[in-house]
């Protein structure tokens, strides 16, 4: 789950990525609305935290290009403020949702895993598919009532995976979903084939029927 937090306080931008990497989101940050623009021009992410007062513009004009780029991010909008105004301001801008600071960051984590969830997965907090259970709140992952213990990039892949069932995904699709800053990722595959065998493997250990197909010069397919 690719995160951009734009936050021009540094010591909350800070926290937010500390908190957020840990809970296992893969996050990138902007300072501000210029940057923020540029990132979002450059990368796709599945959620943006989005502050209304940048040093150089109105986060709110921003939620604006990307609707109107018609962009996928689910958009997260977080105002000192905190005032009904500013609530009603973003969620009118087509924000997903609206958090006062200050806020915890467990409750910052729980609204944009909610986010996600509803955008990639129609709101559900448990997913099935095939042999495969998967608990997006726990992240725990079952195969046959047995759970199955993976990394956060083999439970990445596997979620990209689910949200993309039985489509051809390109590998380099793939690559960028992990890569986080490792650039070098998009010249060198051997580190995402070995993240995919390793995810099969472990899958297959508890029983699991084999879901992800190669798709030969192109990348996977999961299929269920
Ligand atoms: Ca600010």
Known sequence: MKILIVEDEIALQQSMLQYLSAAGFH???????????QKLDEKDYDAVVLDIMLPDGDGLLLLKILKEDKKQEGVLVVSARGEVDDRIRGLKAGADDYLAKPFHMAELAARLQAIIRRRQFGGMQVLEAGDIKVDLDSREVWVHGRIVNLTRK????????LANKNRVISREALAEHLCEAHQDWFDDYDLLYAHIKNLKKKLAEQGCMDCIKSVYGIGYKFIC
Not at 27 to 37: S, Y
């Open 27 to 37: 996050c990138d940050h902007a300072t501000h609305f210029r940057e923020a623009l």
């Open 154 to 161: 083999e439970y990445d892949l596997l979620l990209f995976f």
